[in-house]
């Protein structure tokens, strides 16, 4: 597999959890460099240039928000967080801070494996230009026209609509929080725009979903965000 | 707290004491001024007249104030407006003064009263201010102290399931169990650190407006591994209206997902499922129903309680016994509640009630 030579920082004060990623990593998925603290990550990750970053919360001199901010300022590389406190809003901090991916403890391997593979795929993905067509389950969207088609059939969407569902295309695959979306499609009126944000979702889902209430498209990340599944 | 209760109390209802104290003080101006009746003049005995009311409003209230301004508007009257000792008045200018008086008094007697509340308030608002940031720091020690155990406790668990994982892959079949167990052991983990947080009344943090499709949603996708195979029938009521109430997404969501996981669990695979929303007067109300056994009469409350398991279930059912108890704490904390019916025709129906929410609350932004 070419895949195998990916470069994988894992920044981890726990020899333990180091040892449980690493052998979830090598050799089928790529090669490992190690940090115990959140300063010798964010040198190793600028040193070193690595594919992709996993990062765990609770280190001992850096806050993980703190991490993900200083290694996204110069770095589009794709960082997949590791925690055991499990909460909303601490997930939802992270990717406001850049995080790619949270992946709650405890974990199983597989799936560890599964999100890094996912990760490193979107990564090497061209990114979604303003012409891009896609195709996922039963429905055609070309953001260039714009139009969305399911079945053949034409749907209308509204102008919000529209710059909601290209916010989610251009990042699909990963959760694009509330807060992201209000700033993208509303400017930065955050408290106005909150429940119109659950409406327009509602009304999207309504018209390209074949059940809107067994999304396939637009999955929502409860409490964070939502995220649109180029791979259902 | 007893500062605060004490506060209504003392600008209740003065004393007995309090008006004897100032309709004495009243009469002892009158009589000083009787003395050298003479020699002064009528705004010489309006002021000092003032001067006794006004204190009296900022000691004794507004009842104490508003008496003495009429007691003093009669005294005035009576021993200092010619013809003396009547409360007839000779000089129509007199009646003047007389009405400006009363009115001067009561004005300024309601005015002291009011400052006075408005200080008394401003005091019980710091009281009350001061109370919730030290409740608000207790809940950030309490969520601090569960971020530790949760840590704590969590991160062994990785440790064992990853160790488990790579015995698995050379060979071991008991690397398998190792991993079940370890996922059990989670579970539990994650059961008492939620029934921790609701014994010890941690408020729920990110109450908003949601919308029902959206968490019927991502409820039916959380509960697709016990639902797989099953007929899952969604009602939704009146489906042009919208539907929302104000909720934490997260932990509702958690509510409803495990209503599927017990229809599931205590249903047979060929009897559907149905679940539903719906707006309740000031509710908004999901819904889950099954076909299976239902729950008997006597069990009723009690399948509420933290560790109780129903009769005849297997302690090898991973259930435990929390799962009732932490829904029902959930939706209480928000304002909601959890609560069982009997289905006519055979099974159980659980309702989810949340409080109602408006949309029309905010104007619109697009």
Known sequence: MDTATDLILVIDD?????????????????????ASTGRSGTDA??????????????????????????????????????????????????LDAGADDYIPKPFSTVELQARVRAQLRRARLAPVGSNHVLEADGAVIDLAKPSVKRDGVAIHLTKTEWQLLRTLIQHAGRTVTHRQLFAAVWGNSYGDAQQYLRV????????????????????????????????? | MTGVRAEPARRAKPSPATWIVWI???????????????????????????LVVQFASVRGGRAVGLTLAGLA?????????????????????????????????????????????????????????????????????????????????????????????????????????????????????????????ITMGTPPRDIQANEAEDLLGAALQQAQGCLEGRTVNVHIESPDALLFGRFEFAQTLRVLVNLLENAAKYSATEQPIDVGARRMGAELQFWVADRGAGVAEAERDRIFEPFYRPRGSSRDGGGAGLGLFIARGIAQAQGGSVAYASRAGGGSVFTLSVPWADLEETPAAG
């Open chain 2, 73 to 197: 508007f009669l005294a005035f009257n009576w021993f200092f407006l010619p013809p003396y000792g009547t409360l007839a008045i000779a000089n129509p200018l007199d009646w003047l003064v007389l009405v400006v008086f009363l009115a001067t008094s009561a004005v300024s007697a309601e005015l002291l009263y009011r400052a006075r509340e408005l200080g008394a308030e401003r005091a019980r608002a710091l009281a009350a201010n001061a109370r919730a940031k030290s409740l608000e720091e207790s809940h950030h020690a309490k969520d601090a102290i569960l971020a530790a155990v949760s840590h704590d406790l969590r991160t062994p668990l990785t440790t064992i399931k990853g160790l488990a994982h790579e015995l698995a892959s050379s060979g071991d079949d008991r690397a398998e169990v190792i991993e079940a167990e370890a996922d059990r052991l989670s579970d539990f983990v994650s059961k008492l650190l939620d029934f921790s947080r």
């Open chain 1, 14 to 34: 726990e020899p333990q959890i180091r040892r449980v990623v690493r052998n979830a990593i090598v050799p089928d998925i790529g090669r490992v460099v190690e």
């Open chain 2, 24 to 50: 004495v003080a009243l009469a002892v101006a009158t009589a000083l001024m009787l003395v050298v009746r003479v020699r002064v003049e009528r705004v010489h005995v309006a002021l000092v007249y003032l």
């Open chain 1, 200 to 232: 327009h979702i509602r009304g999207i889902r309504r018209r390209i979903e074949r059940d809107p209430v067994r999304p396939r498209l637009i999955v929502t990340e409860p409490g964070v965000g939502y995220r649109f599944e180029s791979e259902p």
């Open chain 1, 45 to 94: 990750a600028a040193a070193q240039q690595p594919a992709l970053v996993i990062l765990d919360l609770g280190l001992p001199d850096m806050e993980g928000v703190e991490v993900c901010r200083t290694i996204r300022s110069w770095s589009t590389v794709p960082i997949i967080v590791l925690s055991a406190r499990g909460s909303v809003a601490e997930k939802a901090a992270l």
